[in-house]
């Protein structure tokens, strides 16, 4: 995935561009408003955009605004020192896709970066984690090399699991997940699938860890 | 009555009146006694002694009077200046009562006369420390905001560091300066929620409808992962909890009451958060298991910069915070015990 980083603080665009990497982004790094803008003017500039809003030249705000006044549809990620909601509105009205108040942790930058990508291309084919991979085109799910069944409905909850990474997921979202349409289903019905999961994917270095009173995670096991 | 003059004189006006009326009639009384007898051409020896008599009895009489009169006087001045210096009470039951950061101007109206000088130039004072605090606020959240960027960079140069397996010892030294860097981390952040906390921060126009069940749910993320770090059963009771507020600050209040609660409970305890309705509105609630607080040390806990145990990393303001947050939204908060057993529960109670 191709970043473009606009970041004055020079410690900070650094930090970005070697965590970034490090997670197989190719990134490159500009300094001020107004080269992020003649860079921005070629379609091929970037995948996603990382923005700070207090920018010498042309802040952030405008960035977007001239990017967005030429019709491109290149996912911006505002960053903000200041978390007054007039900045954050603003910046969403603006055209920007989502915002982080700094300071962040790298983890959520690349989970975030990662979701804008995903929601302006293509799904990823392969979901992976731990020696857990659900290959979605075939919808098929693997521990290691042996092929795990799976029931539709328990394909449906361990793919949304997965597309969250190791973030907590609550019991009405995978409701939703599983009927988009609105159909009634138990909370229950979901503890069930979940038991089913764990019994299937024992061994796979995963586990889903239950938030009493809320929901599920993944998280690394043993 | 606004002046205290009237005020003393309402009550004494009327008795030193009925005082001089019945001195005048007793003398007049008295003045025609002599008169009367000289009229008589041979007043008898008997006669005389009827005056004198009656002159001695007279005379008791008007003594036993200006006795009572006087300290019928006395109880009137005492209560008369008592209930004249009442406003004085009132001013300083007002003062009294404020908070350290009150600093709203005493109100003209309610004071007499004779003291509105002496309000006025109070108020004067007490606007210049208003002023003050403003400023010194403004400042504290404007650095904190200046320094989020340095921040930004540490802590992401630093998790660079992390996950390159350095050396054990380079490792730990990295794990440390993580550390120290969450901590300024919360520490500006604390600052900042402080500073919008402040009434004078507080916008009205800002309140909206607001489902805080759901609020809680977008914010456990972190405290889930803490929870799991420090070994804590972190779980959720969470029913429909519509509430008007603040989005911003409610967050602020959220976080820092699992927060505090995560905090100070032991591993292999447990917090459980829970919102829903109340009887009298709608209830947001942290309840741990952990060592508790004394009954006699809760009113301290919400002043700021008070941590109960020394040994914790915290910044003191958490609850100072949550305090302010419920104030400006007109909600309760109490503190008690924990249902069954140790531990303490924070109940925010919505109107």
């Given at each position: 995935m191709h970043i473009l980083v606009v970041e004055d603080?020079?410690?900070?665009?650094?930090?970005?561009?070697?965590?970034?990497?490090?997670?197989?982004?190719?990134?490159d790094v500009v300094n001020d408003g107004v080269q992020a803008d003649l860079l921005l003017q070629r379609p091929d500039a970037a995948e996603v955009v990382v923005l700070d809003i207090g920018l010498p030249g042309l802040d952030g705000f405008e960035v977007v605004r001239r990017l967005r006044a030429r019709g491109s549809r290149i996912p911006v990620l505002l960053l903000t020192a200041r978390d007054a909601i007039e900045d954050r509105v603003r910046g969403l009205e603006t055209g920007a896709d989502d915002y982080l108040v700094k300071p962040f942790a790298a983890a959520e930058l690349v989970a975030r970066l990662r979701a804008l990508?995903?929601?302006?291309?293509?799904?990823?084919?392969?979901?992976?984690?731990?020696?857990?991979?659900?290959?979605?085109?075939?919808?098929?799910?693997r521990v290691g090399g042996r092929v795990v069944e799976l029931s539709l409905r328990e394909w449906t909850v361990l793919e949304y699991l997965l597309q969250h990474g190791a973030r907590v997921v609550s019991k009405q979202q995978i409701i939703d997940a599983i009927l988009p349409w609105g159909d009634d289903l138990t909370l229950n019905a979901v503890e069930v699938y979940i038991s089913r999961l764990r019994g299937k994917i024992a061994g796979a270095g995963v586990a889903i860890r239950t938030i009493r009173g809320f929901g599920y995670m993944l998280e690394p096991a043993p | 009555m606004s002046s205290i003059r009237l005020r003393l004189l309402k009550w004494l006006i009327g008795p030193i009146l009925l005082i001089n009326l019945a001195g005048g009639v007793l003398a007049y009384k008295l003045a025609a006694l002599p008169a009367a007898s000289a009229q008589a051409p041979a007043p008898s020896a008997a006669e005389?002694?009827?005056?004198?008599?009656?002159?001695?009895?007279?005379?008791?009489?008007?003594?036993?009077?200006?006795?009572?009169?006087?300290?019928?006087?006395?109880?009137?001045?005492?209560?008369?200046?008592?209930?004249?210096?009442?406003?004085?009470?009132?001013?300083?039951?007002?003062?009294?009562?404020?908070?350290?950061?009150?600093?709203?101007p005493l109100d003209p109206a309610r004071v007499p006369s004779e003291l509105e000088p002496v309000v006025a130039a109070f108020n004067g004072l007490l606007e210049k420390v208003s002023d003050g605090a403003r400023a010194r606020q403004d400042f504290l959240a404007n650095v904190a905001h200046q320094l989020r960027t340095p921040l930004a960079g540490l802590k992401t140069q630093l998790e660079w560091l992390q996950v390159r397996h350095a050396e054990p010892e380079t490792a730990q030294s990295v794990q440390l300066m993580q550390a120290a860097t969450e901590r300024m981390i919360r520490q500006t952040n604390q600052l900042l929620a402080l500073a919008r906390a402040e009434p004078h921060h507080f916008e009205k126009?800002?309140?909206?409808?607001?489902?805080?069940?759901?609020?809680?749910?977008?914010?456990?993320?972190?405290?889930?992962?803490?929870?799991?770090?420090?070994?804590?059963?972190?779980?959720f009771d969470l029913l429909p909890a519509p509430v008007t507020g603040d989005r911003f600050l409610l967050r602020d209040l959220v976080d820092n009451l699992i927060d505090n609660a995560l905090r100070y409970t032991p591993a292999g305890g447990t917090v459980t958060v829970s919102c829903g309705p109340a009887d009298d509105g709608t209830?947001?609630?942290?309840?741990?298991?952990?060592?508790?607080?004394?009954?006699?040390?809760?009113?301290?806990?919400?002043?700021?910069?008070?941590?109960l145990d020394e040994t914790s990393h915290g910044s003191g303001l958490g609850l100072a915070i949550v305090r302010d947050i419920a104030r400006v939204h007109g909600a309760r908060l109490t503190?008690?015990?924990?249902?069954?057993?140790?531990?303490?529960?924070?109940?925010?109670t919505f109107p």
């Open positions: 603080d020079s410690v900070l665009s650094d930090g970005l561009a070697r965590v970034l990497g490090a997670h197989g982004m190719a990134v990508a995903r929601r302006h291309g293509a799904p990823p084919a392969v979901l992976a984690m731990g020696h857990l991979t659900l290959d979605c085109a075939t919808r098929r799910a | 005389l002694r009827r005056h004198e008599q009656l002159r001695l009895a007279v005379l008791r009489a008007l003594v036993f009077m200006e006795v009572v009169f006087a300290i019928a006087s006395i109880g009137l001045i005492w209560f008369s200046v008592g209930n004249g210096l009442r406003p004085l009470h009132r001013l300083r039951a007002d003062l009294d009562a404020r908070e350290a950061d009150e600093l709203a126009a800002r309140l909206e409808p607001l489902a805080l069940d759901a609020l809680v749910g977008a914010t456990i993320q972190l405290f889930v992962e803490q929870a799991v770090r420090k070994g804590i059963d972190l779980g209830f947001f609630r942290v309840e741990d298991n952990g060592p508790g607080i004394p009954a006699a040390r809760r009113a301290d806990i919400f002043s700021r910069y008070v941590r503190v008690g015990d924990a249902a069954g057993g140790p531990g303490v529960a924070f109940t925010v």
